[in-house]
């Protein structure tokens, strides 16, 4: 059964039972009204049903209606006035969605229950959320586990009264942890018998690693409370909360660690002081290998590597973290070439949010502004909060200049953040050597887990042309490559010197190669001069991976890449001269149409070109030898059908001097091919006109 909303479906003496004699009202597991915390009654619906019962029941409406909804149209505050009261507390804790509160005769309120109702799900059913009353020393369940809408007694007239404050907990291994203290986050100055909603949402915690620590370091890990001090690069901090001495373990084991404490049910700190499972003023938070520490608590004696994977948050409320100075190693590079290039860019700076108002920011994070990436240092800008603070209702005119800061000032004097401006591109120019060494700030123009992705080239004039790409993530300490070139064959082959044609230019904002010259051109030539751009900063962050040589006959445009299409923009109707295939991998004509200038562009686009080259092109090995076997064949062929021709066409004589018949050549002035003529079948009598005789065989013609 569902819970009772409606007042149609509690009627007297089967969901609810009124006694007028003992002032008692009782709730009953009958009909329409079941246990459990998705079912009971709503306190709008007890109250309809009562109201209707003082209305029409003939007995009832003889009395003034004891009942009354304090809260006005959201119905949370239910009143039993003159001494009225449940019959149990059994029948009370099927009340959902509202508190009550008894009121005697005097008119002077003697119990007060509010109604705590949970917004949010628990990551598991079975998972028990817990809460603790002002005066309390240990926790006390909800009745349910998972979702509670469940009414609590804060106040007993003489007895209790614990309206000053009340938190609520959901702990479980191995799950995010909820809290919510119920006054503060109000700023409530009493509780009171109403409903109460209270967020709360746990889910599996994805920092956990080990959800029962034990052994080292986690044996000696300690936490002391009281105000104490840590200094972080080179400056002494204020910490009012306390410390975590972590023992040397890392960052993992130290959150592994902290969250175990907090399911303790005993004391968990150095002066034994604290109950784990009630203990909520320090806390952690675990993300992307950072521990980010609640406001006056620091960890101290973390294992060296993970020292700047802390942010600990001082009294200040400023975000403190120790520089780590990273360094980024390329090694591999060839250095013949004229034109080189590498590029080093922040991947994972390409897709950062964008910058919001009023939004708390941690050291580290990054923004984008409104208008995005933008073209500055030709991949764009990105911003990396540098102070931690809580961000303005409009957003800052920000500066532009790569190392340059922007002061985010929300108006309230405090918490201010401090944006530094960095570039997409973290390296891009001609490294002059070899290998090259770069230095950085973890958490700054990089941080441990950024996505990092290396690009190199290098065009030697017409000789060569080869490049290298890879990708990876960044550590605290920052990463290295070791470039391994690919050589493009084909502009090998070609031969073209991409630096020296100037009858193409790139346009990075269209996504086009522009003819820009009065002149005809090969797709040598274009391939040649796409090799060129991919090494200048926009053609290899704007047209790397656009295009790719199939072969020195065949060039394919990728589109998922870069959309490239050839332009005219002279005025000039402009020719391909060579017969190599440039052809987009969509099957669509790579020339725009109409073009800039008008005219119009002629390429070889649609079929496929097979070449043929003896040292490679389109043709496999196989390819080859079966050319030079056809090629050989039909130069045969055509021997035959020349010598045929003659024999069929050119002189013909019959030789009784030589007993031979012969044929000449076109001229008529040499023997071609001449056969010997016999008297009989076995050729052994030679044949001779002078004696009449009769030609009975001649054997084959054959050059003389």
């Given at each position: 059964?569902?819970r009772?909303?409606?007042k149609?479906?509690?009627s007297?003496?089967?969901?609810m039972?009124?006694?007028?004699?003992?002032k008692?009202?009782t709730?009953n597991?009958?009909?329409?009204?079941?246990?459990?915390a998705?079912?009971g009654i709503?306190?709008a619906?007890?109250?309809?049903?009562?109201?209707d019962?003082?209305?029409?029941g003939a007995?009832?409406?003889?009395?003034?209606?004891?009942f009354?909804?304090?809260?006005g149209?959201?119905?949370?505050?239910?009143e039993f006035?003159?001494?009225?009261?449940?019959?149990?507390?059994?029948?009370?804790?099927?009340?959902?969605?509202?508190?009550?509160?008894?009121?005697?005769?005097?008119?002077?309120?003697?119990e007060?229950?509010?109604?705590?109702?949970?917004?949010g799900?628990?990551?598991?059913?079975a998972?028990q959320?817990?809460y603790l009353?002002?005066?309390?020393?240990a926790?006390?369940n909800?009745?349910v586990?998972?979702a509670f809408?469940?009414?609590?007694?804060?106040?007993d007239n003489?007895?209790?009264?614990?309206?000053?404050?009340l938190?609520?907990?959901?702990?479980?291994?191995?799950?995010?942890?909820?809290?919510?203290?119920?006054?503060?986050?109000?700023?409530?100055?009493?509780?009171?018998?109403?409903s109460?909603?209270?967020?709360?949402?746990?889910v599996?915690?994805?920092?956990?690693?080990?959800?029962?620590?034990?052994g080292s370091?986690?044996?000696?890990?300690t936490?002391?409370?009281?105000?104490t001090?840590h200094t972080?690069?080179?400056?002494?901090?204020?910490f009012a909360?306390?410390e975590?001495?972590?023992?040397g373990?890392?960052?993992?084991q130290?959150y592994d660690?902290?969250?175990?404490?907090l399911?303790?049910?005993?004391?968990?700190?150095v002066g034994?002081?604290?109950?784990?499972?009630?203990?909520a003023?320090?806390t952690?938070?675990f993300?992307?290998?950072v521990?980010?520490?609640?406001?006056?608590?620091?960890?101290?004696n973390?294992?060296a590597?993970d020292?700047?994977?802390?942010?600990?948050?001082?009294d200040?409320?400023?975000?403190?973290?120790?520089?780590?100075t990273a360094t980024?190693?390329g090694?591999?590079m060839p250095?013949?070439?004229?034109?080189?290039?590498?590029q080093?860019?922040n991947v994972?700076?390409?897709?950062a949010?964008?910058?919001?108002a009023?939004?708390?920011?941690?050291?580290?994070?990054?923004?984008?502004r409104?208008?995005?990436?933008?073209?500055?240092s030709t991949?764009?800008?990105?911003?990396?909060c540098?102070?931690?603070?809580?961000?303005?209702?409009?957003?800052?005119?920000?500066?532009?200049?790569?190392?340059n800061t922007?002061?985010?000032?929300?108006?309230s004097?405090?918490?201010?953040?401090v944006?530094?401006?960095?570039?997409?591109?973290?390296?891009?120019?001609?490294p002059a050597?070899?290998t090259v060494a770069?230095?950085?700030?973890n958490?700054?123009e990089f941080s441990?887990?950024?996505?990092?992705r290396?690009r190199f080239?290098e065009?030697?004039?017409?000789?060569?042309?080869s490049?290298?790409?890879?990708?990876?993530?960044?550590?605290?300490?920052?990463?290295?490559?070791?470039?391994?070139?690919v050589a493009?064959?084909?502009?090998?082959?070609?031969a073209?010197d991409?630096?020296?044609?100037?009858?193409?230019?790139?346009?990075?904002?269209?996504d086009?190669?522009?003819?820009?010259?009065?002149?005809?051109?090969?797709?040598?030539?274009l391939?040649?001069?796409?090799?060129y751009?991919?090494?200048?900063?926009?053609?290899?962050?704007?047209?790397?991976?656009?295009a790719?040589?199939?072969?020195?006959?065949n060039y394919?445009?990728?589109t998922?890449?870069?959309?490239?299409?050839?332009?005219e923009?002279?005025g000039a109707?402009?020719?391909?001269?060579d017969?190599?295939r440039?052809?987009?991998?969509?099957?669509?004509r790579p020339a725009?149409d109409?073009?800039?200038g008008?005219y119009?562009?002629?390429?070889?686009?649609?079929?496929?070109?097979y070449?043929y080259?003896?040292?490679?092109?389109?043709?496999?090995?196989?390819?080859?030898a079966a050319?030079?076997?056809?090629a050989a064949?039909?130069?045969?062929?055509?021997?035959?059908?020349g010598?045929?021709?003659?024999?069929v066409?050119?002189?013909n004589?019959?030789?009784?001097?030589?007993?031979?018949?012969k044929i000449?050549?076109d001229?008529?002035s040499a023997?071609?091919?001449e056969?010997?003529?016999w008297?009989?079948?076995?050729?052994?009598e030679?044949w001779?006109?002078?004696?009449g005789?009769?030609i009975k065989?001649?054997?084959?013609l054959?050059?003389?």
């Amino acid at each position: 059964m569902a819970r009772i909303t409606a007042k149609a479906n509690c009627s007297d003496g089967t969901e609810m039972t009124v006694n007028l004699s003992t002032k008692k009202v009782t709730l009953n597991i009958a009909g329409n009204l079941s246990a459990g915390a998705a079912n009971g009654i709503t306190g709008a619906a007890l109250f309809g049903a009562l109201s209707d019962l003082w209305n029409s029941g003939a007995t009832h409406n003889q009395y003034r209606m004891p009942f009354a909804m304090a809260d006005g149209p959201i119905k949370t505050m239910l009143e039993f006035r003159q001494g009225w009261e449940f019959f149990s507390t059994a029948s009370a804790a099927l009340l959902r969605s509202c508190g009550f509160a008894y009121i005697d005769t005097s008119d002077v309120t003697q119990e007060e229950w509010l109604c705590l109702v949970q917004g949010g799900t628990l990551a598991d059913a079975a998972d028990q959320p817990y809460y603790l009353l002002d005066g309390d020393a240990a926790k006390t369940n909800f009745g349910v586990a998972d979702a509670f809408n469940e009414c609590i007694q804060v106040y007993d007239n003489g007895v209790i009264d614990r309206r000053t404050a009340l938190e609520i907990y959901a702990r479980e291994a191995g799950k995010t942890y909820g809290y919510y203290d119920l006054v503060t986050t109000q700023a409530l100055t009493a509780l009171t018998y109403r409903s109460y909603l209270i967020p709360m949402t746990t889910v599996t915690d994805a920092g956990i690693v080990t959800t029962s620590p034990s052994g080292s370091p986690y044996d000696s890990m300690t936490l002391t409370l009281g105000a104490t001090t840590h200094t972080i690069n080179g400056v002494s901090r204020d910490f009012a909360v306390g410390e975590i001495d972590a023992n040397g373990g890392t960052v993992q084991q130290c959150y592994d660690w902290y969250q175990n404490e907090l399911l303790a049910t005993g004391t968990i700190d150095v002066g034994a002081t604290e109950v784990g499972n009630i203990y909520a003023e320090a806390t952690l938070s675990f993300s992307g290998g950072v521990i980010t520490t609640s406001q006056g608590l620091t960890i101290k004696n973390i294992a060296a590597a993970d020292a700047s994977n802390i942010i600990h948050v001082d009294d200040l409320g400023v975000s403190r973290q120790v520089t780590v100075t990273a360094t980024v190693g390329g090694s591999g590079m060839p250095t013949t070439g004229a034109d080189i290039r590498l590029q080093v860019t922040n991947v994972a700076a390409l897709t950062a949010s964008a910058w919001a108002a009023t939004t708390a920011y941690s050291l580290g994070d990054k923004v984008l502004r409104s208008t995005g990436l933008g073209t500055e240092s030709t991949a764009g800008l990105y911003m990396v909060c540098t102070t931690a603070g809580t961000s303005n209702d409009t957003e800052p005119t920000w500066d532009t200049t790569v190392g340059n800061t922007t002061a985010d000032t929300n108006g309230s004097g405090a918490g201010d953040v401090v944006w530094t401006t960095y570039a997409i591109l973290f390296y891009d120019a001609d490294p002059a050597g070899a290998t090259v060494a770069l230095n950085y700030t973890n958490g700054e123009e990089f941080s441990a887990g950024d996505a990092f992705r290396v690009r190199f080239a290098e065009l030697d004039g017409a000789t060569s042309f080869s490049l290298y790409d890879t990708s990876g993530i960044a550590a605290a300490s920052g990463f290295s490559f070791v470039v391994a070139v690919v050589a493009d064959s084909p502009y090998a082959i070609n031969a073209v010197d991409g630096s020296a044609v100037t009858m193409f230019s790139a346009d990075y904002v269209n996504d086009e190669i522009d003819l820009a010259a009065d002149a005809d051109y090969a797709g040598t030539q274009l391939w040649a001069f796409y090799c060129y751009a991919l090494t200048t900063t926009a053609g290899m962050h704007q047209f790397w991976g656009g295009a790719t040589a199939i072969d020195p006959a065949n060039y394919r445009i990728n589109t998922a890449v870069v959309n490239l299409y050839l332009d005219e923009t002279i005025g000039a109707f402009v020719k391909q001269t060579d017969s190599s295939r440039i052809f987009r991998d969509d099957d669509v004509r790579p020339a725009k149409d109409p073009t800039t200038g008008g005219y119009g562009i002629e390429v070889n686009w649609r079929n496929p070109v097979y070449g043929y080259d003896a040292g490679g092109g389109g043709f496999t090995a196989g390819d080859r030898a079966a050319a030079v076997t056809a090629a050989a064949s039909s130069a045969a062929a055509a021997t035959d059908a020349g010598l045929a021709r003659q024999i069929v066409q050119n002189r013909n004589e019959t030789d009784d001097e030589t007993s031979k018949q012969k044929i000449y050549n076109d001229a008529g002035s040499a023997v071609l091919l001449e056969a010997p003529l016999w008297a009989d079948d076995e050729g052994t009598e030679a044949w001779t006109a002078a004696e009449g005789q009769t030609i009975k065989r001649r054997d084959a013609l054959a050059s003389p």
